[in-house]
Structures are given as structure tokens and as C-alpha cells.
């Protein structure tokens, strides 16, 4: 992950308001300025250095940091954390990873509450998902706010549970919320061969979770409605903003098409669809894996970890298992063959209705557009993070292309012959 190797001093802790789940931190040096036109945008990802981060731990959750180093990340930042074991912590895990979510996320912090407690549901229902450590204030999340210059206008504690301070400039402060969660084993199935037995066991691990979900309670779960949220897949004609990251190119052209199609072909329809939560990013990095047998024709493996819960969104069953499919199709040799293997082991939980099934091709085709578009308009914006940001791009447009030149029919047979074959116990 690109980010920027600046080194502190040293920092420390200047004001701390354990009740509201705050803190303020000053850094020696002004981490988040930047001098071109993408300040604004600059201060919405977090750019914290390793002792930065290691502080936070420390400072906030109370643990002794013996090594950390970061993760890939979208829009957050995400570091990998070691610790030591102490005469507290001898059963502990030794592993963590600390998230810090983006200025903007950090300004809806019941979102991230909802989505954390949500991680503890699935969890405690069998779900390989993180467990989620409590700051030394027993809070789920802390905030954090972080500048050159701190005013020292009162020493009253603050009672806010979200604030951004002015610098001696006027220039504001970015504050960040930051959670801890355990660090799940396995490999990102982006690093494997995938099996159609394990894109089986992943549309069968999607179906159970949006199943599961329909157990879950918490007053605060209708900011999961998140109307305008560019990454719900309804929300696909909103990528008409961004469609001049693309110039004017063949990609341009498909994608207006695809947005024009699905207008009047999905948009229409959402009344007939059921709605349930959607975890809304069961990528190929978003789902860890471990081998759990060794055969002369390769490794058998099974689903060890779900990560970053931070797209849910109130959707419908398809938009999983279309979501499912397309990122299941980026790294594979057989792209089109995915989704016959995912659409089944979805269905073994929750059959789609004739009305879904016909919808599914353009939630396929309007994803790779959404994920296509936003990186290549975020890529303007951080072109520090273009490695990251372009996986998807690498085969996407690929076979974005393929798909739309077959047409849905010709795809629709293939999908739906391979889910049909598994009917018979013969998987194709």
C-alpha cells in the first residue's frame, strides 16, 4: 500500500475524554498537509506512520506493540499489529489489526457501532469473522484527532462525542475513528487457484450470511440505508459523475450502456426484489482461506476469514450473489464459469425467484462498472494508491467486454446450466 514514510519524533497525549470515546493527539510533524490542489481529499484517507499507529494501540487499547506494519487499503488505513504478551494478557492473541477509517467514515460513527456489532453477531454464530478488542475506555471505537498545533483555549475534558479543532491557522483538524480486531489466518483467495467446490463453498458462505443477518437486532440498524452510498449496487446510474475518469474510450461506451440498461431494466424491478443487509464486498481480498489438505492435484481449501464489513448497506438477496460472482470472476482463467459455481452454492441456502435471476447479469455487469469507475476516478485523487486501487482494473474491463459482447443470454445459459448440473450431484 503506498503511503508516506515520514518519521515523528515523538507525541503524546494532550487531551483525553475517556466518557465520549475521544482523543486528541499532537504529532510532531504535520502529516496530513499536502501542497497541491487534492488537499481537501488528502485528508479524508488517514496517512499515519507506523509509530503513529503504534501510539494509537498503546494510548488507546492499552497493549504493548512489539512490531507493526501496514495493510492494503481502499480508503482507510489498516496496519498489521504485534504485541507482547504481558502478565495481563497471557491468553490473549498476539495479533491485531488496527483500523482507521477515513474522515468521512468517522463522521457516522454509529455506522461503524452498527457494523462492528454486527461482526460480533456473525461471529458468535459461526462466522469466521474478527473479534473485536474494547479500548481501555471499554468503548468498540475510539476517536482520534491529529494536528501540527493544538490551541490551549480551556483545560475543561471534552464531552463531545465528535469534534474537529482548529489549528493557530483556522485550518482544521482531521479526526479518525480507530477500532482493533483480531488478525484472522489464511490467504486472500486473489492468491490461489480457485476450485468450483470453493466458489460453491463461497456462494453458500454469501447466502448464509444475508440469511443469518435477518436475526440481527440493534437500534441503530437503520443506518444501514444508505441511500446515496456510491457502492450499493443500486446506485449505479450515480456513476455518471465520475464517467470522465474514463475519457472518451470504447470502456466509456459500456459503461453508458450499462448504466442506460439498467435504468430501465433493474431500477424497475427493486419492488420485486427481497430485501435482506448485504455485506456488499465479498471480494477476493475480502475472503481469507486455508489449505486444509494436500492431494497430487493440488491443495483442498475452506473458508477461514470474512473481512471489512465497511459496505454493508441495506440491498437484496441477488445484489450478494451478484456482487459474489463478478469478484469471484477477476482472478479467474474461466471468468464466465464462475458464476454457475457461485449462483449454486447461493441458491442451496436461498433459491433466487425468476424475477431476480433475470436481474442478475446487469448487477454483474453494473459491479464491474461501479468497481471499474470509482478507481479509476480515485486513482485521479490518489495516484500514490494506483497499485491498490487498479486490481480490478488489471482483467476487469477484460471481462466486463466479454460479458457485454456475449449479451445476457449466452451467459445466462452458461451460469444457470453449471447452478442446474449440481441439481444431478454432477457439478460441471
Given amino acids: 500500500m503506498a503511503r508516506r514514510q515520514s518519521e515523528v519524533g515523538a507525541c503524546r497525549l494532550a487531551l483525553a475524554g475517556a466518557d465520549s470515546g475521544l482523543l486528541v493527539f499532537l504529532f510532531s510533524l504535520d502529516i496530513m498537509s499536502r501542497g497541491d490542489d487534492l488537499q481537501s481529499q488528502a485528508l479524508t484517507k488517514p496517512a499515519f506512520s507506523e509509530t503513529q499507529a503504534?501510539?494509537?494501540?498503546?494510548?488507546?487499547?492499552?497493549?504493548?506493540?512489539?512490531?507493526?506494519?501496514?495493510?492494503?487499503?481502499?480508503?482507510?488505513q489498516n496496519f498489521h499489529v504485534y504485541?507482547?504478551?504481558?502478565?495481563d494478557t497471557t491468553d490473549g492473541p498476539t495479533e491485531y489489526v488496527l483500523k482507521i477509517s477515513n474522515t468521512e467514515s468517522s463522521k457516522t460513527p454509529e455506522l461503524i457501532e452498527v457494523q462492528s456489532h454486527i461482526i460480533m453477531f456473525l461471529r458468535a454464530a459461526g462466522f469466521p469473522t474478527?473479534?473485536?478488542?474494547?479500548?481501555k475506555g471499554d468503548n468498540l471505537t475510539s476517536l482520534v484527532s491529529i494536528g501540527k498545533?493544538?490551541?490551549?483555549?480551556?483545560?475543561?475534558?471534552?464531552?463531545?462525542?465528535?469534534?474537529?479543532?482548529?489549528?493557530?491557522s483556522g485550518s482544521e483538524i482531521a479526526s479518525y475513528l480507530v477500532r482493533?480486531?483480531?488478525?484472522?489466518?489464511?490467504?486472500?483467495?486473489?492468491e490461489i487457484p480457485i476450485s468450483p467446490q470453493l466458489l460453491y463453498e463461497i456462494g453458500r458462505l454469501a447466502g448464509k450470511l444475508d440469511k443469518t443477518l435477518e436475526k440481527f437486532h440493534h437500534p441503530k440498524l437503520s443506518c444501514l440505508r444508505r441511500e446515496n452510498f456510491i457502492w450499493n449496487l443500486k446506485n449505479v446510474p450515480l456513476l455518471e459523475k465520475y464517467l470522465y475518469a474514463l475519457g472518451q474510450s470504447r470502456n466509456r461506451e459500456i459503461v453508458?450502456?450499462?448504466i442506460q440498461l439498467f435504468k430501465g431494466e433493474v431500477l424497475t424491478k427493486l419492488g420485486d426484489f427481497r430485501e435482506c443487509v448485504n455485506h456488499g464486498d465479498l471480494n477476493d481480498h475480502n475472503i481469507l482461506v486455508e489449505a486444509i489438505k494436500?492431494?497430487?492435484?493440488?491443495?483442498t481449501y475452506h473458508v477461514s476469514g470474512i473481512l471489512d464489513f465497511g459496505d454493508m448497506s441495506y440491498g437484496y438477496y441477488v445484489f450478494e450473489v451478484a456482487i459474489t460472482i463478478m469478484y469471484m470472476m477477476i482472478e479467474s482463467k474461466s471468468p464466465l464459469h464462475v458464476g454457475g459455481h457461485v449462483l449454486a452454492g447461493f441458491e442451496s441456502v436461498i433459491?433466487?425467484?425468476?424475477v431476480e435471476r433475470g436481474a442478475l447479469f446487469l448487477l454483474v455487469c453494473g459491479r464491474f462498472c461501479q468497481s471499474l469507475v470509482i478507481a479509476a476516478h480515485s486513482c485521479q485523487l490518489h495516484p500514490e494508491n494506483k497499485e491498490y486501487l487498479m486490481i480490478t482494473a488489471k482483467t476487469g474491463w477484460k471481462h466486463l467486454q466479454q460479458m457485454f459482447d456475449m449479451g445476457q443470454e449466452a451467459v445466462e445459459e452458461i451460469w444457470f446450466q453449471t447452478a442446474r448440473s449440481y441439481d444431478s450431484g454432477i457439478a460441471m
Avoid: M, N, W
Fill in 54 to 76: 503504534s501510539a494509537l494501540v498503546e494510548s488507546v487499547f492499552g497493549l504493548k506493540v512489539s512490531e507493526i506494519q501496514p495493510l492494503p487499503s481502499y480508503d482507510d
Fill in 83 to 87: 504485541v507482547s504478551r504481558t502478565k
Fill in 130 to 135: 474478527a473479534s473485536v478488542c474494547r479500548t
Fill in 149 to 168: 498545533k493544538l490551541p490551549c483555549h480551556s483545560s475543561s475534558p471534552v464531552h463531545v462525542h465528535y469534534c474537529i479543532l482548529a489549528t493557530d
Fill in 180 to 190: 482493533l480486531l483480531t488478525y484472522l489466518p489464511g490467504r486472500p483467495i486473489a
Fill in 256 to 258: 453508458t450502456q450499462v
Fill in 294 to 299: 494436500s492431494a497430487p492435484e493440488g491443495a
Fill in 351 to 354: 433459491p433466487l425467484t425468476p
